[in-house]
Structure formats: structure tokens, C-alpha cells
């Protein structure tokens, strides 16, 4: 069964840094690409960043560049989201999204979604 589970969101003021991971249970998401997205209330579920198989880093949300990377943790088998200089809107729920190899910003492209974790940037 495929499973992908975040962790690592909370609350952190503005300009703080968070770390969000994506980990999957019973497979490697090496031949994988993986997109980050989140979804403000009231909005639409919007791609942030996505990182594919090859290792090559996709920018979906020109407001996070220059703040937001995305890597692989092989040895943990994880996508890990490093979030810098983080703002009040940024403050959402972000999912991680499973597709073949490479990235796509249609969110139905992606097979699998993990349950979300919630990102409040608040002072």
C-alpha cells in the first residue's frame, strides 16, 4: 500500500525557518517526482515546488523562490521541503504528491497524496 506521511509543520513567526518531510513506507520515492503543494482556507490547492526523478527542481509558486528548497534524504527516503524567510502567506496546508518521474503542476497528474500538515506563520 502506498503511503506518504508529512511531518514538520507548526507554527513559527515571520521570517523563521521550517523543515517539512515526505516519507513513504514500503517503497523508494527515488524513481519518483514529488511535488509540494499547500492550500490556504478559502483557496485552492496551489504546487509550490517539485523536485523529479532525476533530481531536478521545478518552481511552481514564483513567491517562494529564493526562500523554498527541496531535496532528497536517500538514506531516510524522504523529500524534505526548507522553508526560509517564511510570511504570514505562507501559512497553509501542505501536502506532498507522488507521480512517475517527472514534474507536472496539475495536481491531478499526481497518483498519491499524503494527509497534509499544517504551516502557521504568525507572530
Known amino acids: 500500500q502506498v503511503q506518504l506521511v508529512e511531518s514538520g509543520g507548526g507554527l513559527v513567526q515571520p521570517g523563521g525557518s521550517l523543515r517539512l518531510s515526505c516519507a513513504a513506507s514500503?517503497?523508494?520515492?527515488?524513481?519518483?517526482?514529488i511535488g509540494w503543494f499547500r492550500q490556504a482556507p478559502g483557496k485552492e490547492r496551489e504546487g509550490v515546488l517539485c523536485?523529479?526523478?532525476?533530481?531536478?527542481?521545478?518552481y511552481y509558486a514564483d513567491s517562494v523562490k529564493g526562500r523554498f528548497t527541496i531535496s532528497r534524504d536517500k538514506s531516510k527516503n524522504t523529500v524534505d521541503l526548507q522553508m526560509n524567510s517564511l510570511k504570514p502567506e505562507d501559512s497553509a496546508v501542505y501536502y506532498c504528491?507522488?507521480?512517475?518521474?517527472?514534474?507536472?503542476?496539475?495536481?491531478?497528474?499526481?497518483?498519491?497524496w499524503g494527509q497534509g500538515t499544517q504551516v502557521t506563520v504568525s507572530s
Open positions: 504528491a507522488m507521480r512517475p518521474r517527472f514534474c507536472r503542476v496539475v495536481k491531478t497528474d499526481y497518483q498519491y
Open positions: 523536485i523529479s526523478s532525476s533530481d531536478a527542481t521545478t
Open positions: 514500503g517503497f523508494t520515492l527515488d524513481y519518483y517526482a
